[in-house]
């Protein structure tokens, strides 16, 4: 290193004992933790691969400033509560890992905050606009996957006014957004910034030659790039994962929006955080071994509506798969105040290759247990028998969906005019996000508009299908949204 180490480097080097801070007895600094807490500038920003130590180095930092500077705040915001919570654990962790000569006591210790008794913070909250003492130390977590992120921007950088830094770290999320802005200055300059890119392959524990990595993965394709050096546990994440979304969560890439039908910018407005009580949702995976899990969540969406949080109708729908993918449940409701142009998701329910009398046991108890109007089943291929089988049993209720090139459309174009206007809630959940925005306006060599993924790896975006056919029951039941009547696929 070229200047003196800060002093929150020489302390973490000199006092925590990193193994027992992370849990893994084989852990060591990565080069670019070194980087980001010998970093002097008043800004920052990195874009980074997933699963990279980013938060926790952000932590460790944290714990040392506040060790180190009487009467100091640190605050974090993170996308979800729950992420927010794992700040607090992780500085925990770092605290109780570090040498008794320099430990501190805490004063405060609970979800949201940690207070030292040398009257230092460490306060962590989720995606909302922070507020505070003046000449923090702010981090933004994730950034590009805020709903809000101008709004938190906006509040987070007059906190440092008088002192203070702000770091901001997040995996991409499309060529778009502030974090997009700052990191590439595409449209406007921030020239206060020190910038960090961390790919996968730079990271010892993703990359089994990391050093040879560095000069050599930039000019080979992700394929060759990942089967050359990637680890074993990397390789298997590749392959269970749609091209794109590998790219852009552990390659740095900013996925092309070009074709992307629902953008990230309408994904993030409807996204709401679930654990905040701003929106009651439930989204669980069964498989064969916790089938009899799922009924609790089911008593939960119940319960739920007994208490009056959420609304008293639900229509759903649901995409059928068996072999690659998975059947998807989704049901929305009507909102507690009545609003009938907004249907918030209240349950999605992923059955992971389930046969079918699970899958028909699950919607039962759905049907059996909740307030449900509507449902709609994909009924092409091997969804058939399934869908006239609930037929059978929830008459005028269920109905089969076939689903054509026309049908699919007029769906698409549906669900995409309510997010634009924000009026679809979904949860804040990477899975539905990126199934969402995998959806692409395609045309045919015959000059036929098609709306499906372009990628086939993983997923069909099963969650879209079937969050479109519950939409489409709230359409044809209460005509909510246009008003149009777009079940051109139901079978007569």
């Given amino acids: 290193m070229n200047q003196r180490p800060t002093d929150r480097l020489v302390f973490l080097i000199e006092f925590l004992d990193l193994p027992e801070a992370t849990g893994d007895p084989k852990a060591k600094w990565e080069w670019y933790q070194l980087q980001f807490l010998n970093n002097r500038s008043i800004l920052s920003c990195d874009i980074k691969s997933r699963q990279v130590g980013w938060s926790f180095t952000a932590a460790a930092e944290a714990v040392a400033e506040a060790v180190l500077v009487p009467r100091s705040t640190v605050i974090f915001v993170s996308v979800t509560q729950v992420e927010a919570a794992e700040k607090v654990r992780y500085a925990n962790y770092c605290i109780e890992a570090l040498d008794q000569e320099v430990r501190p006591k805490k004063l405060i210790d609970n979800r949201t905050e940690i207070e030292l008794d040398n009257g230092s913070r ?18 933004l977590d994730e950034f590009a996957h805020y709903p809000r992120d101008e709004e938190i921007y906006t509040a987070a950088v007059p906190i440092i006014t008088r002192g203070g830094v702000i770091r901001i770290g997040s995996s991409p999320l499309g060529a778009q957004g502030l974090f997009w802005e700052i990191f590439t200055e595409a449209i406007q300059a921030y020239p206060g910034y020190v910038r960090m890119t961390v790919p996968w392959w730079t990271v010892d524990h993703l990359c089994k030659n990391p050093k040879e990595a560095k000069l050599e993965a930039p000019s080979l394709g992700t394929v060759e790039r990942v089967y050359e050096y990637g680890t074993e546990r990397l390789i298997y994440i590749f392959e269970n994962m749609p091209l794109e979304d590998f ?12 074709v992307a039908w629902i953008t990230w910018e309408e994904v993030k407005r409807n996204q709401v955080d679930a654990q905040l009580g701003v929106l009651f949702n439930r989204t ?9 899990e799922v ?27 068996r072999k690659r993918n998975l059947s998807e449940l989704v049901f929305l409701g009507l909102p507690q105040q009545g609003k009938m142009e907004q249907w918030p998701m209240h349950l999605g329910i992923s059955m992971d290759r389930l046969e079918f009398e699970d899958q028909k046991h699950i919607m039962r108890l759905c049907m059996d247990k909740l307030p449900v109007s509507r449902l709609l089943v994909d009924d092409m291929g091997i969804g058939m028998q399934l869908a006239e089988d609930m037929e059978n049993e929830y008459p005028i209720i269920v109905d089969g969906f076939t689903f054509t090139n026309e049908s699919k459309q007029e769906m698409a174009v549906n669900v995409k005019l309510r997010m634009q206007k924000g009026l679809s809630p979904i949860p804040l959940d990477r899975s539905y996000a990126y199934q969402f925005h995998s959806i692409k306006r395609m045309v045919t060599p015959g000059k036929r508009l098609v709306f499906d993924t372009a990628r086939n790896e993983k997923h069909h975006a099963d969650k879209f299908w079937a969050f479109a056919l519950a939409h489409e029951a709230s359409i044809e039941t209460f005509n909510v949204g246009t008003g149009a009547n777009p079940l051109s696929g139901y079978r007569g």
């Fill in 284 to 292: 669980v995976e069964v498989n064969k071994n916790n089938v009899i």
């Fill in 295 to 321: 009924e609790f969540f089911i008593d939960q969406v119940a319960e739920a509506i007994k208490a009056q949080e959420i609304g008293p109708v639900l229509v759903g729908g649901m995409d059928v798969g």
């Fill in 122 to 139: 460490i306060v962590s909250h989720p995606c909302r606009p922070p507020r505070g003492k003046a000449r923090a130390r702010v981090y």
């Fill in 247 to 258: 790219q852009q969560e552990y390659e740095c890439d900013w996925s092309d929006e070009s």
